[in-house]
């Protein structure tokens, strides 16, 4: 039913940019927030971001702040990563989610739909 298909992620130098888009499908009910985790070898899943659908509120990690930028689009039920600066420890699969709840936008249970993801690798 629902789908989303993340795209964007790739191979950069540490200080470099990638710009990661998620699209989303059969997302016909409310969303009530979009965000971005990722994953690394031997790690858990960990939050990113996350934007609020209907006002458009970002919410950062600490490690993303300053240089990551979340974005979305209504019309085309897309949201966007846009990642500077990027340091080797951010290399991970990137997993985009969405949730039609109000729970906690900052933990992978609060999301009910997820990407296959996206492989980020930053060299040093």
Do not use: H
């Not at 690394?40 to 899943?45: F, I, M, T, Y």
């Not at 919410?59 to 019309?75: C, H, L």
């Amino acid at each position: 039913q629902v789908q989303l298909v993340e795209s964007g992620g790739g191979l950069v130098q540490a200080g470099g940019s990638l710009r990661l888009s998620c699209a989303g499908s059969q997302l016909t009910g409310n969303i009530y927030s979009m965000g971005w985790f990722r994953q690394a070898p031997g790690k858990e899943r960990e939050f990113v971001s996350a934007i609020y659908w209907s006002g458009g509120t970002q919410y950062y990690a600490d490690s993303a702040k300053g240089r990551f930028t979340i974005s979305r689009d209504i019309a085309k039920t897309t949201v966007t990563l846009q990642m500077n600066s990027l340091k080797a420890e951010d290399t991970a699969v990137y997993y985009c989610a969405a949730t039609f709840s109000s729970r906690s936008y900052n933990y992978p249970t609060s999301y009910d739909y997820w990407g296959q993801g996206t492989q980020v690798t930053v060299s040093s």
